[in-house]
C-alpha cells in the first residue's frame, strides 16, 4: 500500500516542475501558456507530448491512457465566446472536457530559455558551439541582501540557493559576502533568548547578496524565513536594470567547421530532417548561425547586428526576404520542421525527472502544410 501510494503522482507535480525550467514570467504578452484545460489536482495517468494539441492529439492521448498532454502551442489563444463545435478549437476543447484530459501548453516561455529552450534543440541539431541567446531581454532581476550570525551563514546561503537564488548564465550559486557588526535593542515580547531586554546588543555577522528572477522572490524570501534564527529577519531589495544573457529570444552560435552554400544547405536539410528550404542568395560561406524557431521575422535586424552568416527561422513573407540584402542567407525551413524537434525536447526534460509514469511522444503529425516534391 504504502508503494502504491509513493507512486501517485499529480497533474500540479508536472506543472511545477515545468514553470521552474519555463517560467509563465517569461511568455510573451500576446501568449497563452498554460494549463488552458483540466484541474491541477487530478491524479495523472501519463503524459503525451505533442507539438500542437488538435482533435487527433486528444483521441491519442485517450487511446493511450494519458490524461495530461503537453503542447508547445496553445490551442487557445483568445476567449472562446462559444462551445458549438464550430472549429477545431472548439472541438478539441470539448473533446478534452467530455473525456477529462487536461491541456497544458508551453510556448513562448520556452522559446525564450538559454537552457532546454527550443532554440538551444535547434542548436544542438545544427552541433553548433559558443552559443548564446540572439536577442537577450531585460529581466526584472532582483538583488537579495540579508545578514546573519556567521555560524548561520553557509546554512542560509544553502537555502537560497535550493529555492532558485544565485544563478547567473552558467553558474550557480554564486554570492558575495562580507562582515560587520550589527546591533540591536530587544523589546517587550522579544525572544527571551536573544538577550536581556533594554539593552543594546552586538552581534558579529555575514551579509548575504544574491541576485534572483522577481518570479522567484516569494520562494526565495520563504526559505530565507525558514532557515534564519532570527526571530526578525533582516534583508534589502533592490530592483536592477541588468539585462539577461540567459533568457531571450533566438540563438547564435558557429558551426564547428565553416560550409559552402550548398554544403550547408544540405547539411540543414538533413540535420532538421527537411523536404524542403526556401532562401535567400548569398556570396560567401557560412561559419556563424542564427536559429530561431518559429516565425523569426522580427529577429533579422539581431541577426544582421551580431554578424550571422545565415539566419535559420520560419514564416517569412515573400517581401520581407529581399531584406535580406547579401548581408547574410536567410533559410526559412517551415514552422513545423523549425520546432518539431522542441518534442523530444520536452520528452528528454519530463523522463529525467519523473520515472514512476508514462511519457509519451504523439505519433501524430499535425502539420497543416504538405508538400508536393
Known sequence: MLKDYLCHMFISEVISYLEEIAPLSLQESYDNSGLLVGEKETELTGVLVSLDCI???????IARNC???VAHHPIVFSGLKRFNNANYVQRTVQLAIKNDVAIYAIHTNLDNIYNHGVNSKI???LGLVNTRVLAPRKEDFVKLVTYCPLDNAEAIKAALFKNGAGNIGRYSECSFSSLGNGTFKAGVGANPFIGEIGIRHTEN??????LLYKHQLNKVLEALQVAHPYEEV???MYALLNTDQNTGSGMVGELQQELSINDFLAYLKLSMNLEVI????????IKKVAVCGGSGQFLLPYAKAVGAD???TSDFKYHEFFDAEDSLMICDIGH???????????????REKFTTFAVLKTAVNTNPVKYFI
Open 123 to 125: 542548436a544542438e541539431r
Open 67 to 69: 490524461n495530461l498532454i
Open 55 to 61: 482533435e487527433a492529439t486528444v483521441l491519442e492521448a
Open 310 to 312: 545565415v539566419y535559420v
Open 336 to 350: 513545423y520542421e523549425s520546432e518539431k524537434f522542441t518534442i523530444d525536447l520536452l520528452y528528454d526534460i519530463l
Open 205 to 210: 555577522e555575514e551579509k548575504i547578496e544574491v
Open 234 to 236: 533582516a534583508y534589502e
Open 278 to 285: 526556401k532562401y535567400t542568395n548569398f556570396s560567401k560561406s
